[in-house]
């Protein structure tokens, strides 16, 4: 008489029973379809379909039905159901310098860097130098007053501004001084000095040599001063002088030498703008019988961020210290300054925008200390109730737009919206690819669009991604070749001065643009939109539904637009995470292109799939193929389970001990150890008791002895 072996206990079979085994499906899991894993039937193969990217890149692993890619390069996701290769770039001639501003000025487009601004000649596509004079510019706006338009490019120290584009002038306006201390009584007809009349002076005779007189003013922010004078030996000299300003409680020399006799001469600060209440001069020798001074003036200027604001121009310097501004409606003409009280840390942004709270007009500064807006009545900054990490390039961008604020925050973006922030950026989820990490450096906005740069300083590549503001998802529009290519700067000309509209960015020392329509984000709906040559890889999710049990790769389908021998879709695809680089075909023809199929149409076995596309063009840069839609069909192959049907034979006065055991083992929840052979050096199987008849059932058949059918069953195995 047969026995088994079922949870430490041996058990016999009733006379001439046999174990019925069968092999079974361990869980019939639908892979198909959204939501958690229902029970179905494995019989038919599985598709999933890839339409729908627009959700945007950084999602690792994932199903088709959240709209999402891991990475993409030269290709363009931005409308549904239709992938089309990535906009032409083209180098912008030879600028030399790394731009940290692009801006349009009267119909024409002009890229800023170290010493050097130039303007965009369509002609001969190439940049014409326009001046050379600033050192180190930071910031560029375009504002007009009742008298004229102006471009203003500033620095950390300085502006500098162009009615024109031709003609650069220094952004200063004279003041004069308004009293004056002559302490060791070395000059006569000290007033003369700021009567504003060249014609008279005061006067310093040879005897009084190196005494100096100092000239006042209201405090000022102040980063030059200019001097008329004269040494008078028998005829007129140049004097030789030494100038110095008083600021930050202490007298600072700005220049010693000799300067032009009888005519204004300025004299920059080499620290830049500070607040000034004082300058003196005095003479270093006297050749002559006295040196004349006819006239000196304090100059006041604009440093550091700017905007416009209330009808005036605004800036703050670096540290966020001084906010200066100009009268009303005549942006050259400074009006005055206050200082704000804080640690701000390093500021890299000035803005104009509103309250989020109730709608009112204000002033945004961001940097690495946070969001900032500042209430020019009172002259107070106020920390906005928002954080993000205190890191170097923390702050370095943020707009008013959509009646929301951007700010970037190092790797990410923050959107804060009325009693609510939240993280957008790049770096959410699976985040971007190792080497193409960076600092959000600057955004732009194109009709619904954020489009903003990832800058990879000298180990990373750079990026250009945008956003929707509508529905989201971070969508690469552009990646430099290497590392160490920084893309620092963005500006969108409009399709009313370039064709299809124009981003230009600066990347390293070059200047660079691609069409970027503003009249339709569906670039197929323009003929004369131009596509990059081939694209990189477009990579989607790894495909993991229920990745423990092993599936078999099928063949993939598509349909497609505008494909032919010379532009199509190449599809390729890696295994168990290996890089999806193997390359499983072409799409050559639309709109139903032959299938794809893996080994020869045997399939190939997988636990997860990674896919990608490459779309291919031809010599017309106007022409793309398109993807439309992307099936992949597989079958899932689950490791088969045992189960086994028996009758346990219970007579005598055993019968109700085992049929107690029994049903202690179907109530039991782990599982329990089976030895079909009922010799336990043999193989063992995990079981679960899953089906025996109820006590009452058997003893309406007569005592409690007997036989019962049990069924016992593997629940897993891989």
């Known amino acids: 008489m047969r026995t088994i072996l079922l949870n430490s206990t ?30 179905s039937d494995f019989s038919q ?33 931005t409308t549904e159901g239709q992938a089309v290769l990535g906009p032409l770039v083209t180098t912008a001639g030879a600028f030399g310098v790394a731009p940290v501003k692009i801006i349009d000025f009267q119909s024409g487009t002009y890229a800023i860097g170290n010493s050097q601004i130039s303007k965009w000649n369509t002609g001969t596509s190439s940049w014409d130098s326009k001046d050379t004079s600033l050192a180190s510019p930071l910031d560029a706006i375009v504002i007009t007053d009742s008298t004229d338009e102006y471009l203003i490019v500033s620095s950390a120290l300085y502006s500098i501004y162009t009615v ?110 500070k607040i000034v209440t004082s300058m003196r001069i005095k003479t270093n020798s006297v ?144 985040g971007l690819p190792s080497g193409y990490h960076g600092y959000i450096y600057d955004m732009e906005t194109v009709n619904n669009w954020l489009v903003y740069c990832v800058n990879g300083g000298t180990t990373d590549k750079s990026s250009i991604m945008k956003r929707n503001s509508s529905y989201g998802g971070n969508q690469q529009v552009y990646t430099t070749s290497a590392a160490n290519k920084p893309i620092a700067c963005l500006y969108h000309s409009p399709s009313s001065l370039y064709t299809n509209g124009r981003l230009w960015f600066g990347e390293d020392t070059d200047v660079k643009y691609m069409m970027f329509p503003d009249i339709t984000s569906n670039v197929k709906q323009i003929a004369t ?35 032919s021998a010379t532009d199509y879709v190449q599809v390729f695809y890696g295994l168990n995470g290996a890089a999806a680089t193997t390359s499983l075909g072409t799409f050559i ?66 019968g109700n001990r085992i049929f107690t055991e029994f049903e202690t083992i179907l109530d039991t929840n782990t599982l329990v150890a089976f030895y079909p052979s009922g010799d336990s050096s043999k193989t063992a199987y995990y079981v679960k008791l899953t089906q025996m008849p109820s006590r009452s059932y058997w003893e309406e058949q007569g005592a409690r002895e007997g036989y019962f059918t049990v069924v016992v069953q593997e629940i897993s195995k891989d």
């Open 10 to 39: 041996y058990y016999r079979l009733s006379p001439g029973s046999m174990i019925d085994q069968r092999a079974i499906n361990p869980f019939i899991g639908k892979l198909g379809g959204a939501g958690s894993p229902t029970y």
């Open 45 to 77: 193969a599985s598709a999933e379909e890839y339409f729908d990217f627009r959700n945007g890149i950084g999602k690792k692993r994932g199903i088709a039905s959240e709209s999402r890619l891991d990475w993409s390069e030269g290709l363009d996701f």
């Open 164 to 273: 024109d584009g031709a003609t650069w002038n220094d952004l200063v306006e004279w003041n004069s001084p308004t009293g004056f201390v002559d302490g060791s009584a070395g000059w006569t007809n000290e007033a003369n000095a700021y009567d504003e009349n060249t014609g008279t002076y005061a006067t310093c005779l040879a005897a009084d040599n190196g005494k100096y007189l100092e000239l006042t003013i209201a405090a000022i922010f102040c980063d030059r001063v200019r001097v008329y004078a004269q040494d008078v030996n028998g005829g007129p000299n140049d004097p030789d002088v030494a100038i110095d300003l008083y600021y930050d409680g202490a007298w600072t020399n700005i220049y010693t030498g000799t300067i032009t006799k009888n005519t204004w001469v300025t004299k920059k600060n080499p620290a830049g703008a």
């Open 287 to 430: 050749t002559g019988a006295q040196v004349q001074l006819h006239e000196v003036d304090f100059g006041a200027t604009f440093a550091g961020y700017l905007a416009d604001y209330d009808n005036k121009l605004f800036s703050i310097t670096t540290d966020g210290r001084v906010v200066a501004y100009s009268a009303a409606k005549n942006i050259d003409d400074y009006s005055d300054y206050f200082e704000l009280t804080g640690n701000f840390g390093t500021l890299y942004e000035l803005f104009e925008g509103k309250l989020l709270s109730d709608g009112t007009p204000t002033l945004y500064f961001t940097g690495t200390e946070g969001l900032y807006t500042i209430d020019t009545t009172t002259e107070i900054a106020y920390k906005q109730e928002v954080q993000y990490p205190n890191l170097t390039y923390a702050g370095h961008a943020g707009l008013y737009w959509n009646a929301n604020v951007w700010v970037a925050t190092g790797y990410g973006i923050l959107k804060v919206a009325p009693s609510v922030a939240t993280y957008i950026g790049p770096d959410l989820d699976d």
């Open 529 to 563: 939109y131009q596509y990059v040559d081939d694209s990189s890889y477009g990579t989607f999710p790894i495909f993991r539904k229920m990745a423990g049990i092993p599936k078999t790769a099928l063949r993939v389908a598509a349909i497609t637009k505008s494909c």
């Open 589 to 654: 023809s639309s709109p139903k292109p032959t299938t794809l199929t893996f080994n020869s149409g045997l399939g190939t076995t997988f636990y997860t799939i990674q896919f990608a596309i490459k779309i291919i063009r031809g010599t017309t840069n106007t022409n793309s193929a398109e993807l439309e839609s992307l099936i992949f069909y597989y079958y899932p192959t689950p490791t088969r389970i045992n189960s086994w049907t028996m009758n346990i034979l219970a007579t005598g006065t055993e």
